[in-house]
């Protein structure tokens, strides 16, 4: 089984400054990983996926992550946040064989300040 | 459809009522997962489908929740005997392929609220 871990469950931030949300998993097995976000009443938009390859991915609205294998991490960054970035962000982890079911973490809500 | 589709949005429901919930996956996309998620918190699995086939029910909470996808299409939540606690939004995903690489497309969900 995979759990996802992320450590924040509130990152307020102002704009224009850098930002990290992190996420930690842990599995038995190699995994895929996800960063989704969710918008107030909306569902989940991915944002950007790690799959093999190189280990810094990069997403959709200017945001990228890195896999670590050896910290068993995939934290999510931006350089340079928006007021419209203010949001709930979600990692999750999927097995590479046997079950196909992403399992995702508690969430990190991304709080934007003018 | 261009996305995946929930209906409906959201859903009032006095206890010990039952409740349908509806699905339209994407065409063509062969799994379709069920998600609650709990206010503040994360999707927390309920159960997998592969076409019509119901592979995963290890996430349904109690034996009042039953789903069903009888034509490897659309999909059906159904809830018996709704409790408080049931009250949550219930997420819709679908992706086109079984294999881990796919990613999962998200509708926008049902609101249940057991009063």
């Known amino acids: 089984a995979q759990s996802v871990t992320q450590l924040d469950s509130q990152v307020p931030v102002f704009e224009e400054a850098p930002v990290e949300l992190r996420c930690n998993y842990s599995?038995?097995?190699?995994?895929?990983l996800f960063w989704y976000v969710q918008y107030p009443n909306q569902g989940l938009q991915l944002l950007l996926k790690?799959?093999?390859?190189?280990?810094l991915v990069k997403g959709i609205n200017g945001f990228e992550a890195e896999f670590n294998k050896s910290q068993t991490s995939f934290h999510l960054r931006k350089p340079s946040v928006h007021i419209s970035d203010t949001a709930e962000y979600f990692c999750?982890?999927?097995?590479?064989?046997?079950?196909?079911?992403?399992?995702f973490g508690r969430g990190t809500s991304l709080i934007v300040h003018p | 459809g261009a996305g995946v589709s929930q209906s409906p949005r959201y859903k009032v429901a006095k206890r010990g009522q039952d409740v349908a919930l509806r699905c339209d996956p994407i065409?063509?996309?062969?799994?379709l997962f069920w998600y609650q998620q709990a206010l503040g918190q994360g999707p927390e699995f309920l159960t997998y489908?592969?076409?019509?086939?119901?592979?995963?029910k290890s996430g349904l909470p109690s034996d009042r929740f039953f789903a069903e996808r009888p034509e490897g299409s659309v999909s059906t939540l159904k809830i018996q005997r709704t409790q408080q606690e049931d009250s949550a939004v219930y997420l819709c995903?679908?992706?086109?392929?079984?294999?881990?690489?796919?990613?999962?497309?998200f509708g926008q969900g049902t609101r249940l609220t057991v009063v």
């Open positions: 599995s038995s097995v190699s995994v895929y």
């Open positions: 489908f592969q076409n019509e086939a119901q592979l995963d």
């Open positions: 999750a982890v999927k097995a590479r064989g046997g079950s196909y079911i992403p399992t």
């Open positions: 995903a679908s992706s086109l392929a079984p294999q881990g690489n796919t990613e999962a497309f």
């Open positions: 065409s063509g996309h062969v799994s």
């Open positions: 790690y799959l093999s390859g190189s280990t």
